[in-house]
């Protein structure tokens, strides 16, 4: 079974610029996360997607953040226009729906760097 | 509010066990995990606990008390490939639904 996969791996853009980040989930999985770890701090929740529906985005930083799941399967992530704090690597993770667990599985994540 | 403390780094020998723990403050606790994640991956998923005792699985053994806001990672017969950083992560429960709040993470350093 594929996992998740994220793309780009990396990506370096000046600030001003807009970035496209994207996720492909484990098929199957209905709730796909996007989370954000800045350089030495703890993964910060970002959104939570039930299929195409946004279920909760309240750890969005500010509307230069936006979030797509069109289809219910693949999503995006962009940052319009980016700023030097966006930096850091942002992860996608999916779980399968109705489990109790809610394990969640992990993409290797896309490292943001903003000059 | 939600608060998830855990030490910084340690170190422990090849062969030895180790122990890392997680404290929590959270307002509708449902479960928490552990993950591994090696400098560049993602994180893996090692266990999830959600009632009081203990979950072992191979060399992993995960503890929770929710009663004392705790959970431990101990991890036996420790291994090079062992060294990595440890993340806590609990699941809180609100009205619109649940979200998983993560811990800084323990960097552990195996040592021959």
């Known amino acids: 079974e594929a996992g998740v996969t994220q793309f780009p791996s990396h990506s370096v853009i000046e600030k001003g610029q807009t970035v496209t980040l994207r996720c492909d989930p484990i098929s199957g999985h209905d709730n796909l996360y996007w989370y954000r770890r800045v350089m030495g701090k703890e993964i910060k929740f970002l959104l939570h997607?039930?299929?195409?529906?946004?279920?909760?985005e309240s750890g969005m930083p500010n509307n230069r953040f936006l979030a797509e799941r069109t289809g219910g399967t693949y999503s995006t992530l962009k940052v319009q226009p980016a700023e030097l704090e966006d930096s850091g690597v942002y992860f996608c993770a999916s779980s399968q729906a109705g489990r109790s667990t809610d394990t969640q599985y992990f993409g290797p994540g896309t490292r943001l760097t903003v000059l | 509010g939600q608060n998830i403390d855990q030490p910084t780094e340690m170190t422990a020998t090849e062969g030895a066990i180790v122990q890392i723990n997680c404290t929590y403050q959270?307002?509708?606790?449902?479960?928490l995990f552990w993950y591994q994640q090696h400098a560049g991956e993602a994180p893996t998923f090692l266990s999830y606990n959600v009632l009081d005792g203990l979950e072992e699985k191979g060399r992993f053994s995960s503890f929770l008390s929710r009663s004392k806001g705790y959970s431990y990672l101990l991890l036996k017969e420790l291994q090079m490939k062992d060294s990595a950083s440890y993340l806590c992560a609990v699941r809180d429960l609100y009205t619109g639904g649940f979200k998983t709040i993560f811990g800084a993470g323990t960097r552990l350093f195996v040592k021959a």
């Open positions: 997607f039930v299929k195409e529906s946004k279920q909760d």
């Open positions: 959270t307002s509708g606790f449902n479960g």
